[in-house]
């Protein structure tokens, strides 16, 4: 057999598998490497070589390293709870982002996070006697007859027959998976069972509900306390308790899935609308807002009605049907029909804080996270298909400059054609295809390519934010769009006087409006940076009498700056205020005494740090108007 391992032509007729390739090559760090790549494909060390294939080795602390692991673990978890319970059927077990689940019918057994303890134990030792885990290859027959009482596994095995069938045994367990996996059990020492939630079978709710137990595994005891610890501080900067803590939102039980905004709430979000409307002005954007509710026929035209009605809120108007809107786009193209455009018009850039509603099951409704109804800051951008490039980075630009504005990281994925029910010519996506990805290397951000996951109507980029606890979010989005440009017969009059289709772009920063604003509360903790906070400056006379006066005075400044701020004039002491102050995380908090008030100063403390200053008045608002201008975190 003949491979290529990095960068290196092999060919030995000992070559099988992955340890066949070890033992020839007996790379560095030997005991690292825990599976393959072969022409890009994942592979245990036991899986079989492919002849003419390219070989790379996967170790331990790599992304592919740490799904070998997760994966591998949660049929260490499914074994476990096999020997422990069972009766027990199983359906998914894949590895996640930062950790895995397995799907479990308890066929009525009630479990509860107490039993995690015993079920580690028993993975702890299964763990130890380092069972090997073997793949096998077998006919959907064979896979048929083996899990004949499992219903689950039967969907799954009819509905993949002409993939090929495979199963993974560690001693006494076997389940149907297309793995890849790791070589043992003894491998999988570092894990820990997280929480229990209820899942549909495949997320349908017509299908029975199965108990989900999420879990996490490292290689190092180092690493799982550190992930341990990440989650800790989630818990405590859950949006929805710091939501309640600091006053910012509701949702009350007689509209599931509605969000109220509280004042405090509202002031954060007309804060992030007046940066957004900023930005887009500077960026050559024309915003528009179109109707709430339109008629069934527009959504026809769209498409929507036939492929999102189970989504969409509907009502009758005048004995005809009309459906709340669940996306801006056919409103935008509305707008873009309103008058005749010429080549020298695009791009066109129309801007949208639309009000959509979207029905969720309510069992997925999660805070701010998963509403029904939500603003979505949509842009929808009407170019030449010689202005792909060029368009793709002016809206880079800006995802940069608003990402970085929060602190967020991202990086980018690229969906291309799919293999089939695909529409436009081959030729414009490879064209679309290469000059997102020309925009995309240009611009310096790693890239990473979703093969055949574009939509049929066109490629698609996503911005993966990463924020301050090391969770991937999906906000921003740009789509190339064929489809609703040809559905409703868009055209601008080319320079040779001929009607051509406009390429349509669908874009969005935020995503979510309120989805964006649970991300950024707890990103920052609940400690908004000064431009954003809910209140701004918290003032504290030391003693009401005395120095509630200057408190005034200075509250009338910052007032006319348009700045968020409140005296705090209760009788408590000032320790109490100050903690309270604290409490709610306001930014600047001022401390008034006979000092500050003789000598027209402000006593200023940080939330950040420990740090406390005292500037003139004058200097102090100077560097106010500065900050706030310039949306910084906190005084420069």
Not at 389 to 401: C, H, P, Y
């Amino acid at each position: 057999m003949k491979i290529f391992c990095e960068g290196k032509e092999i060919e030995s007729p000992e070559l099988k598998d992955g340890f066949s390739l070890l033992k020839l090559l007996s790379p560095l760090n030997k005991n690292e490497i825990v599976g393959f790549l072969a022409d890009s494909k994942l592979h245990g060390l036991r899986e079989e070589l492919e002849e003419g294939s390219t070989i790379s080795f996967v170790r331990k602390n790599s992304k592919e390293g740490l799904e070998l692991l997760r994966h591998s673990a949660s049929h260490l978890m499914a074994q476990a709870i096999k020997h422990l319970y069972p009766d027990v059927l199983f359906g998914f077990g894949p590895a996640i982002e930062e950790g895995f689940y397995y799907d479990v019918d308890f066929k009525g057994k009630k479990i509860s996070e107490e039993d995690f303890i015993k079920i580690e134990e028993e993975m702890k030792r299964i763990a130890k006697e380092n069972l090997p885990i073997l793949p096998e290859k077998v006919t959907s027959e064979e896979a048929l007859k083996f899990f004949s009482d499992n219903p689950y596994k039967q969907e799954l095995i009819k509905e993949h027959s002409s993939e090929g069938i495979s199963f993974y045994t560690q001693g006494d367990f076997t389940d149907l998976c297309k793995g890849p996996h790791l070589a043992s059990t003894g491998l999988i020492k570092h894990f820990k069972l997280l929480s229990l939630a209820g899942a549909y079978w495949r997320g349908n709710s017509e299908n029975p509900q199965l108990t989900r137990i999420y879990a996490t595994a490292f290689y190092t005891e180092e690493e799982l306390q550190h992930h341990l610890k990440i989650l800790e501080e989630r818990k405590a900067n859950d949006h929805r308790k710091l939501g309640k803590e600091l006053g910012l939102f509701f949702i009350s039980e007689y509209g599931p899935g509605f969000p109220f905004f509280l004042p405090r709430g509202m002031a954060l979000k007309n804060a992030l609308l007046a940066y957004w409307r900023e930005i887009h002005t500077r960026y050559g954007y024309q915003e528009i807002e179109t109707p709430t509710m339109l008629s069934k026929e527009l959504w026809e035209t769209s498409g929507h009605w036939d492929h999102y009605k189970e989504n969409m809120y509907t009502t009758k108007i005048d004995e005809k049907e009309f459906a709340i809107k669940p996306m801006n786009c056919p409103g935008a193209i509305l707008t873009y029909k309103q008058e005749l455009h010429s080549y020298r018009d695009l791009p066109l850039r129309y801007a949208e804080l639309g009000h959509v509603h979207r029905y969720e099951a309510s069992g997925a409704l999660n805070g701010l996270f998963r509403v029904r109804a939500f603003t979505q800051d949509d842009a929808h951008i009407f170019v030449r298909e010689d202005q792909i490039e060029s368009e793709v980075k002016n809206i880079m630009a800006l995802f940069d400059e608003v990402y970085d504005k929060f602190g967020l990281q991202y990086h980018i994925v690229l969906s291309t054609r799919p293999e089939k029910d695909y529409i436009g010519t081959i030729e414009f996506w490879n064209k679309a295809e290469e000059a997102l990805r020309k925009a995309c290397e240009e611009s310096g951000r790693t890239l990473t390519i979703n093969p055949g996951d574009g939509a049929f109507y066109g490629p698609k980029l996503d911005f993966k934010l990463q924020d301050s606890m090391g969770r991937t979010w999906q906000c921003g989005t740009i789509q190339l769009d064929l489809n609703l440009p040809a559905r409703f017969d868009c055209t601008y009059v080319a320079s040779d006087g001929s009607n051509l289709r406009p390429i349509m772009l669908h874009r969005v920063v935020f995503g979510s409006l309120e989805r964006f604003i649970g991300i950024l509360t707890e990103h920052f903790g609940g400690a908004f940076p000064l431009w954003l906070a809910p209140e701004q400056i918290r003032l504290l006379p030391v003693n009401n009498l005395a120095h509630a006066s200057y408190a005034e005075e200075i509250k009338k400044a910052l007032d006319a700056l348009d700045v968020r701020a409140t005296i705090d004039e209760s009788n408590e002491k000032l320790s109490y205020r100050m903690r309270s102050a604290i409490a709610m995380k306001i930014p600047l908090i001022l401390v008034l005494g006979d000092h500050e008030k003789e000598e027209k100063k402000v006593t200023i403390r940080f939330l950040k740090g420990k740090e406390q200053i005292t500037l003139s008045l004058d200097e102090f608002l100077d560097k106010l108007k500065i900050a706030l201008k310039e949306r910084t975190y906190s005084l420069s």
